[in-house]
C-alpha cells in the first residue's frame, strides 16, 4: 500500500465524524422533549422564547438526522475511496471520492464541520497531486547489460 497518508487522513476524518456528528445524533434522537426542554433549551435560549420548545425541539431532532445521513454518505464515500487507492491503483478516482465526502460533509452539516471537511480536502490533495517514485528492487529490472543476439555474433 503506497498510498498510506491518504488513506490515514481519511479514516481520521471518518473517525472524527462519527465522533463528532455520530454522537450529537445519537444523543439528540433519544433525547425525550422534557430532557430537552431542561439541559439543552435553556443553553439555546437566546432569542427563543419558552413558548417555541416543542418547536425547536423537533429543528434539533432534524438536525441532527440530517447530520446521520451525511455520516452515513461520507462513511460510504470514504471505503470507496480508501478502496480505490488502495495499492495505488486509481488515485484519481480516490480523489475525487474524498472531494465528494468533503463537500458531503460541508453541505449535511451547513458549513459546521468544516475542520473534519478540511481533511478530506487533504486526502484529496494528496491522492490528486501526489506522485510517487518508482523504486529499483524487484518489480524493476535493467537492460542495461543485456546484448542481443545480433551483437553476439
Do not use: H
Request: aromatic content about 14%.
Amino acid at each position: 500500500m503506497k498510498r498510506k497518508w491518504e488513506v490515514i487522513i481519511g479514516i481520521a476524518g471518518v473517525i472524527l465524524g462519527v465522533i463528532f456528528l455520530g454522537g450529537f445524533s445519537l444523543t439528540i434522537t433519544s433525547m425525550e422533549e422534557s430532557t430537552y426542554a431542561t439541559t439543552v433549551f435553556p443553553i439555546l435560549q437566546e432569542g427563543v422564547s419558552e413558548e417555541y420548545i416543542s418547536e425547536s425541539f423537533e429543528a434539533m431532532k432534524a438536525l441532527a438526522i440530517w447530520f446521520g445521513v451525511t455520516l452515513l454518505i461520507v462513511v460510504i464515500l470514504v471505503a470507496l475511496a480508501a478502496l480505490s487507492i488502495w495499492r495505488n491503483r486509481y488515485p484519481k478516482r480516490g480523489g475525487v471520492l474524498f472531494t465528494f465526502a468533503g463537500l458531503a460533509t460541508l453541505i449535511g452539516t451547513q458549513f459546521i464541520a468544516f475542520p473534519i471537511a478540511f481533511l478530506f480536502f487533504i486526502a484529496a490533495g494528496l491522492c490528486l497531486f501526489r506522485k510517487l517514485k518508482e523504486k529499483e528492487g524487484v518489480e524493476y529490472v535493467s537492460n542495461k547489460n543485456y546484448q542481443s543476439d545480433f551483437t553476439r555474433v
